[in-house]
């Protein structure tokens, strides 16, 4: 038997010397027994590397998933909302022109849902200011002299007593009453005019606001420093208190503030400078979201589809190729198969000649693909056919009485039915009936819940003022919303069909990891008795040889005539 070079193999801590006396590979064995004994583990490592690999292919559905939907919700009616909340269809823009087509620069305008479209005819009349006093020039470090205490504070509002003392400085008195400004709106500057003289002004915070002064005890200290005459008028009036002026198509507007909110519902007024022309003001639909969302979709859908087809590849030998992660898979086909059907579908609650997405010019391609293959129907359809394409994406929602708002709309279905209401002597809800079932709606307040397990699960309405009798309700899901709905089925919400089996995959993992983890544990177990066995068994042979070896010695040295 050919001979083996000792070396040393470690077990743990422990260091052992093998392959002295046998001539064996003992570390070859050893190798090759803790080899059979790991090899399930192997196997089980490889199964928890596959199914990571298959949840980063969930997830990356997810993802997809998720633009899809995201594209989709702003032209959907919102999931929480009260009828007309914001979306894509709502979006306004508002621009200002003038007939000489000069540069706008004394007004700006911003435009949110609330605004109607239309035009209208703007002119700054009068720009609001704050009212501004100055007293007599002063040394600002020299004492007044005076003792007295005067109230200040602006007409209408909350006045301050401001106490003044024989050693009190004009720049004394001036941190006086800007430490009431909070209280009065009045605040006070020096304003240097040479080396030894200051002038104080008062000022109002707010614009349109008048200063007023009065003495309540002692010296008339706002006299005698020159802000007052003796009849109490102020002697050195800077600018005088005035409000802001426009006019709205030849109407009158008058407020405090150049800041104006509420002239027109949902548009605000910037005042910046009095203007010299009429400027014209158009709020008209900002469809470039509208047409940005609709491609959007388009792109996403087909980022999504394109990876359904990819996990559907077949190899050249027929069977899945190395990357479709996912052949075969049920989710996947699931979700594909419910993305076909609305996209192919009419949606519910469409009302006009819009009823399809070909009716808009998005069609298939040859690789089951969308695109928008006729623009010009598109954007015909965002221009001229506004209404019947927001149907088309948005659920309507009808009823018989104004006070019943949908709050919540998280169902794909279209219903139609009829609310009875029993309210007690102070208008509080006390009972409700969907088409005579008494369980459809559970009562919060003034709000009516869908019941879980019912046809009206995921709907909330509120109702208010409410009142017994009964309602006509109607709801009928757009595109928008039915697809965003369906896909929650398939996002990265816990409750979702893709995460509970991406939960459930990395359940199975923690488990076969368990399982590996002990595998070689106990094989590491198994390599210290093997490496100690082998050790026990070189160091017997070696005790053997040097017996031999001994015996032969004893042998080798005896006389034949003995």
Same mark, same amino acid.
């Given at each position: 038997?050919a001979s083996? /070079?000792? @070396? ?20 070859a064995?050893?190798?090759?027994a ?5 090899a ?6 490889a ?12 997830? *990356? ?16 009616l ?9 979306n ?8 200002? +022109? ?5 540069t706008?620069?004394?007004l ?7 605004a109607? !479209? ?16 100055a007293?007599?020039?002063a ?12 109230s ?11 106490t003044?003392?024989t050693? !009190? +400085?004009?720049?004394?008195?001036? %941190? ?5 400004t909070?209280?009065t709106?009045?605040q006070a500057?020096?304003? %240097?005019?040479d ?21 309540v ?14 009849d109490? /008028?102020?002697t ?21 503030t150049? *800041?104006? @909110? ?8 910037s005042?910046a400078?009095? !203007?010299? *022309? ?5 709020i ?15 792109t ?5 589809k ?8 077949v ?5 899945? #190729? ?5 052949f ?18 009419? #949606?519910? #609650? ?12 998005? +069609?298939?391609?040859?690789d ?10 598109l954007?015909?359809a ?5 209404k ?9 929602f009808?009823? #018989? ?6 709050l919540?709309?998280?169902?794909s ?12 002597e102070?208008?509080?809800? +006390? ?19 869908g019941?879980?397990?019912?046809a009206?699960?995921?709907?909330t309405?509120?109702l /208010?003022p ?5 309602? &006509?309700?109607?709801?009928?899901q757009g595109?928008a919303?039915l ?11 816990t @409750?979702?069909?893709?995460?509970q ?5 990395e ?5 076969l ?6 595998i ?5 177990t198994?390599?210290? %008795?093997?490496?100690?066995?082998y ?9 053997? %040889? ?6 032969? /010695? ?5 006389? &034949?005539?003995?």
């Amino acid at each position: 038997m050919a001979s083996v /070079a000792a @070396t040393a193999s470690t077990s743990g801590s422990a260091s052992y010397i093998t392959s002295i006396s046998s001539g064996l590979d003992t570390d070859a064995l050893i190798d090759a027994a803790v080899a059979q004994k790991t090899a399930r583990a192997d196997t089980i490592d490889a199964k928890v590397t596959a199914n990571t690999t298959k949840i980063s292919a969930y997830q *990356e559905v997810q993802s997809l998933v998720a633009a899809v939907s995201d594209a989709m919700e702003s032209l959907a009616l919102p999931a929480y909302s009260s009828l007309g909340s914001d979306n894509a269809f709502d979006n306004r823009s508002g621009s200002l +022109t003038t007939a000489s087509g000069a540069t706008v620069s004394g007004l700006a305008v911003d435009v949110d849902s609330e605004a109607a !479209t239309g035009v209208y005819s703007i002119e700054v009349v009068q720009l609001a200011q704050a009212m501004k006093v100055a007293a007599t020039a002063a040394p600002s470090t020299t004492a007044l002299g005076l003792a007295g205490i005067m109230s200040i504070g602006v007409e209408g509002g909350t006045a301050a007593e401001i106490t003044v003392t024989t050693t !009190t +400085t004009l720049s004394d008195l001036a %941190k006086a009453i800007n430490a009431q400004t909070s209280t009065t709106g009045v605040q006070a500057s020096l304003v %240097k005019l040479d080396d030894a003289n200051y002038q104080l002004v008062l000022s109002a915070v707010d614009t349109n606001e008048t200063i007023v002064l009065s003495t309540v005890s002692g010296d008339d200290v706002a006299r005698l420093i020159g802000l007052t005459d003796s009849d109490g /008028a102020f002697t050195n009036v800077l600018r005088e208190a005035q409000p802001a002026i426009i006019t709205v198509d030849g109407a009158t507007v008058t407020r405090s503030t150049n *800041e104006m @909110t509420d002239v027109i519902d949902g548009v605000s007024f910037s005042l910046a400078g009095v !203007t010299t *022309e009429p400027i014209t003001l158009t709020i008209t639909a900002d469809n470039s979201g509208v047409k940005t969302a609709i491609s959007d979709f388009v792109t996403a859908y087909n980022a999504l589809k394109q990876y359904v087809l990819d996990q559907q590849a077949v190899s050249s030998s027929g069977g899945a #190729s190395d990357d479709a992660v996912l052949f075969a898979d049920s989710l996947l086909r699931s979700l594909d198969q419910t993305l076909k059907t609305l996209i192919n579908g009419a #949606s519910a #609650s469409a009302s006009g000649d819009i009823t399809r997405l070909s009716d808009m010019g998005i +069609t298939w391609t040859s690789d089951n693909l969308l695109e928008i293959s006729d623009e010009t129907a598109l954007n015909d359809a965002i221009l001229s056919n506004a209404k019947a394409l927001e149907s088309f994406f948005e659920t309507d929602f009808t009823t #018989s009485d104004s006070g019943l708002k949908l709050l919540r709309n998280n169902t794909s279905k279209s219903l139609d039915f009829t609310l009875s209401i029993q309210t007690d002597e102070s208008g509080a809800i +006390t009972g409700v009936t969907a088409n005579g079932d008494d369980a459809a709606f559970t009562i919060s307040g003034s709000r009516l819940v869908g019941a879980t397990g019912t046809a009206y699960e995921g709907i909330t309405f509120i109702l /208010a003022p409410a009142s017994t009798g009964d309602i &006509s309700v109607s709801i009928q899901q757009g595109f928008a919303n039915l697809l965003t709905q369906a896909m929650t089925s398939y996002d990265s919400s816990t @409750t979702s069909l893709i995460q509970q089996r991406i939960d459930s995959i990395e359940t199975v993992n923690e488990d076969l990891t368990t399982r590996s983890d002990n595998i070689r544990t106990d094989a590491d177990t198994y390599r210290e %008795k093997l490496v100690t066995k082998y050790a026990n068994m070189e160091a017997e042979l070696t005790q053997a %040889k040097l017996l031999q070896a001994q015996i032969a /010695a004893i042998l080798g040295n005896t006389s &034949s005539d003995d």
